[in-house]
């Protein structure tokens, strides 16, 4: 039944993508794609977690919104220190530590790091993401956790398991 309903949902995305969204070309599409599927479905080898589609919601209504904020903030702190040149750096290589178990998880992670100016990920091992700050700020591996991925790594702890 799985596989039915995975070939299904292909290949009504796939006919929606293609032929339009008209509710005509919609309802074909969902005929010849209940047809495909019937036929084809027996020979398949894959099949998907229908729990992506609620992944894909969380990710995008809570996690784009959250990186886009935090991208902004440290926007205008970099651009900060760039107009007051007097304001003191602190450079160096931190650890943050992660409880991200999935590669992608933690490649999301890493790369929202990245993308969040200030900070670059270098390394990322099993555990750890190592991250190069411009202006490190704290003592401990929890501190330098907590303030720079923080906010990513509690929502990305519950899309990415």
Same mark, same amino acid.
């Given at each position: 039944m799985r596989k039915f309903l995975s070939a299904f949902v292909v290949f009504w995305l796939i006919w929606s993508v293609l032929s339009g969204f008209r509710m005509?070309?919609?309802?074909?599409?969902? *005929? +010849? #794609?209940?047809? /495909? !599927? &019937? *036929? +084809? #479905?027996?020979? /398949? !080898? &894959?099949?998907?977690?229908?729990?992506?589609?609620?992944?894909?919601?969380?990710?995008?209504?809570?996690?784009?919104?959250?990186?886009?904020?935090?991208?902004?903030?440290?926007?205008?702190?970099?651009?900060?220190?760039?107009?007051?040149?007097?304001?003191?750096?602190?450079?160096?290589?931190?650890?943050?530590?992660?409880?991200?178990?999935?590669?992608?998880?933690?490649?999301t992670l890493a790369n929202s790091i990245t993308l969040t100016p200030g900070t670059m990920s270098v390394e990322v091992d099993e555990e750890t993401i190592y991250v190069h700050w411009v202006d490190v700020q704290g003592e401990e591996k929890e501190e330098y956790s907590k303030e720079i991925s923080g906010s990513f790594e509690n929502i990305l702890g519950g899309i990415f398991r």
């Amino acid at each position: 039944m799985r596989k039915f309903l995975s070939a299904f949902v292909v290949f009504w995305l796939i006919w929606s993508v293609l032929s339009g969204f008209r509710m005509q070309d919609v309802l074909i599409g969902a *005929v +010849v #794609s209940l047809v /495909l !599927s &019937f *036929v +084809v #479905s027996r020979y /398949l !080898s &894959f099949s998907f977690d229908f729990r992506i589609f609620y992944k894909v919601f969380l990710f995008i209504v809570i996690y784009i919104p959250v990186f886009l904020y935090r991208m902004v903030l440290a926007n205008l702190d970099m651009a900060r220190r760039v107009l007051s040149p007097s304001i003191p750096l602190n450079p160096g290589f931190v650890k943050v530590k992660t409880k991200i178990k999935s590669k992608t998880g933690k490649l999301t992670l890493a790369n929202s790091i990245t993308l969040t100016p200030g900070t670059m990920s270098v390394e990322v091992d099993e555990e750890t993401i190592y991250v190069h700050w411009v202006d490190v700020q704290g003592e401990e591996k929890e501190e330098y956790s907590k303030e720079i991925s923080g906010s990513f790594e509690n929502i990305l702890g519950g899309i990415f398991r």
